[in-house]
């Protein structure tokens, strides 16, 4: 059965860091690339980070440099290391394969509000 779950948003100040964390089951995880993304209100949901199973990474312009994806394979875990966040990084992260069918799956995502 799908599911994953992502944890560690909440409220930081510009310039601050987070570390987001998502549990996928195996049927997603395995052997596949997952990425972050995220989206903000009235936008669409974007691509900002992916990750494959030998892990080489890819960031969207917006945030390379500051953000880091990682993958533990024995865990089933992804994790997005957010530093220099900024105000218009704020959104709801969701995790999922890279790539995902916006009409799949997806879990409930997390929360990351950056005030200024």
């Known amino acids: 059965q799908a599911q994953l779950v992502e944890s560690g948003g909440g409220l930081v100040q510009a310039g601050g860091s987070l570390t987001l964390s998502c549990a996928a089951s195996?049927?997603?995880?395995?052997?596949?690339?997952m990425g972050w993304y995220r989206q903000a209100p009235g936008k669409q949901r974007e691509l900002v980070a992916s990750?494959?199973?030998?892990?080489?990474?890819n960031y969207a312009h917006s945030v390379k440099g500051r953000f880091t994806i990682s993958r533990d394979n024995a865990k089933n875990t992804v994790y997005l290391q957010m530093n220099s966040l900024k105000p218009e990084d704020t959104a709801v992260y969701y995790c999922?394969?890279?790539?995902?069918?916006?009409?799949?799956?997806w879990g409930q995502g997390t929360q990351v509000t950056v005030s200024s």
């Open positions: 999922n394969r890279n790539p995902a069918s916006p009409w799949g799956y």
């Open positions: 195996g049927n997603i995880f395995s052997r596949n690339a």
């Open positions: 990750i494959t199973s030998g892990g080489a990474t």
